[in-house]
């Protein structure tokens, strides 16, 4: 299994992940679930018309973290956006009911990014840390 495939399928058990921005001098996390692995890459997306697309904008330095259990995954990096359409249209076949926020009706865009210069933590309660780049 890849590394981006053990992060796709961390996410996946996870269901709920948080993505840490920050906004001025404060920062700010929220909750997504909205994940999508292609040729090898892990993509998010958010709502380019939201804040945190702005907070991205002005500083790309993310990170993501997630809970399995008692386990945890950190995953930062600098968040780049895409310009494939076609990698939104994928991450909403995942998400149908997104449909209704992101269409040409609400002229509304999902904003889809991945993780460029990305370190993936892995953490156990025992302490374990494996930690890699994707």
Do not use: W
Not at 50 to 78: H, S
Not at 89 to 108: C, F, H, M, V, W
Request: proline share 4%.
């Amino acid at each position: 299994m890849s590394n981006a495939e053990r992060v796709n399928e961390f996410l996946t058990k996870s269901q709920t992940f948080y993505l840490a921005t920050e906004d001025g001098n404060q920062p700010k996390c929220r909750p997504m679930g909205l994940h999508l692995l292609l040729d090898g890459v892990v993509y998010f997306g958010v709502g380019g018309f939201k804040e945190v697309f702005k907070q991205m904008q002005a500083n790309p330095l993310v990170e993501i973290c997630a809970t399995v259990e008692q386990d945890f995954l950190r995953y930062y990096g600098t968040a780049v956006f895409e310009t494939d359409d076609r990698i939104a249209e994928l991450t909403l076949d995942g998400a149908p009911y997104l449909r209704s926020i992101y269409n040409e009706q609400t002229g509304k865009k999902l904003k889809i990014f991945h993780l460029e210069g990305g370190t993936a933590e892995f953490h156990a309660m025992s302490g374990a840390i494996e930690k890699f780049p994707l």
